[in-house]
């Protein structure tokens, strides 16, 4: 079929000259070291990711180190990345990889899709960075590099889309070179076949792309269907005793923000002294209503209004899922980001 002119050949000639290959897991793409970057990287900017990569390495240089961790410390290293289940997910396949595979990764498909949050496009990463085999892998920048080179309509995330994607990615994969064909791919996706402002003129794929022949590469891949973003509202009780203490409490390991640490919340102001007196066997003595705060999660819009409660302690009934911190000191748990600026605020 001559449509794939040798995509491979132009895209590795591409990568040679202009790909990017300082970033630093690229310098020891150890499985464990693709495997952290891939995660770090879903839904999240390269930028973004480097300094929370470095971090976490340093803290975590081995899977083991990983494995041995206390959650609250992993959730920390991650604190401000967002989507928190992925860093769950790799404390637990730590876990898992150290006592059922004896500390290495597995290196076949089926096994790593097997681990807690290993999907197909990841699992192919490790499989061609770290062990150099010949798999297609299916990011986000490869789905839209597909999608305009084949002018492939409709919205990736529909089932249909995604399998045509998954089938052209299969028929593109070279024999030689996996590895930074592999990367070739997200880098052309990052670079220059960017979401909103492609830069064909340097492309190496213009001459052979459909969407840039239909002068048209932004309408591909199509897009997610809009939907109404929910607004919720909850009160955050920002309980404070007399030496100056903050209490905070462990979410639920499921839902939103799980596992970190977080003020007790109420969804009605109706009576707070009753809730603090019952819960936590707290004595109010004064109360101030802060400014409220935006959080926008991917399905809904949260907005936050927290009450500075001076209060007067007689024994913490809730002792199980709450401590009282010295305001320095919760910075080293694992904290939403909204959380973690509140508190700032208050050094």
């Known amino acids: 079929m001559s449509h794939t002119f040798n995509f491979a050949d132009a895209l590795l000639d591409w990568f040679d000259q202009f790909g990017r290959k300082d970033l630093p897991w690229q310098q020891s793409p150890t499985p464990y070291h693709v495997w952290l970057s891939e995660i770090m990287l879903q839904q999240t900017q390269v930028n973004t990711v480097i300094d929370y990569y470095l971090r976490f390495t340093k803290r975590f240089p081995d899977i083991h180190a990983l494995a041995k961790a206390h959650q609250d410390d992993v959730l920390a290293h991650w604190s401000g990345l967002g989507y928190y289940a992925r860093a769950r997910n790799l404390h637990k396949t730590a876990q898992i990889v150290v006592s059922d595979f004896d500390g290495k990764m597995p290196d076949t498909l089926e096994a790593l899709i097997a681990l807690p949050g290993i999907g197909r496009s990841t699992a192919g990463a490790i499989l061609t960075l770290a ?24 919205w990736p995330g529909n089932k249909q889309v995604e399998t045509r994607l998954w089938q052209r990615a299969e028929d593109l994969l070279p024999d030689y070179r996996i590895a930074n064909y592999i990367q070739a791919q997200m880098d052309l996706g990052a670079t220059l076949c960017t979401r909103t402002k492609p830069d064909c003129p340097d492309c190496p794929m213009r001459s052979h792309c459909r969407a840039y022949a239909l002068g048209a590469p932004t309408d591909f891949p199509g897009k997610k269907p809009k939907k ?32 970190l640490w977080s003020f007790p919340e109420i969804e009605h102001l109706d009576d707070i002294d009753a809730v603090c007196q019952r819960r936590f066997q707290l004595k109010i003595f004064q109360r101030q209503s802060l400014p409220s ?9 949260l907005t936050i209004h927290p009450h500075l409660l001076d209060c007067k302690v007689s024994g913490i009934a ?30």
């Open 318 to 347: 809730d002792k199980d899922s709450g401590n009282w911190y010295k305001i320095e000191d919760t910075l080293a748990l694992g904290l939403p980001a909204p959380v973690k600026a509140f508190l700032q605020s208050f050094l």
């Open 228 to 259: 109404n973003i929910p607004q919720r509202q909850t009160h955050w009780l920002v309980l404070k005793n007399d030496t100056g203490e903050i209490f905070l409490e462990q979410r639920p390991q499921r839902g939103i923000w799980g596992g």
């Open 293 to 301: 705060l935006q959080h926008i999660f991917s399905h809904f819009k």
């Open 131 to 154: 062990y150099h085999r010949r798999f297609p892998i299916l990011d986000g920048n490869v789905k839209r590099v597909l999608a305009r080179f084949d002018a492939i309509p409709g």
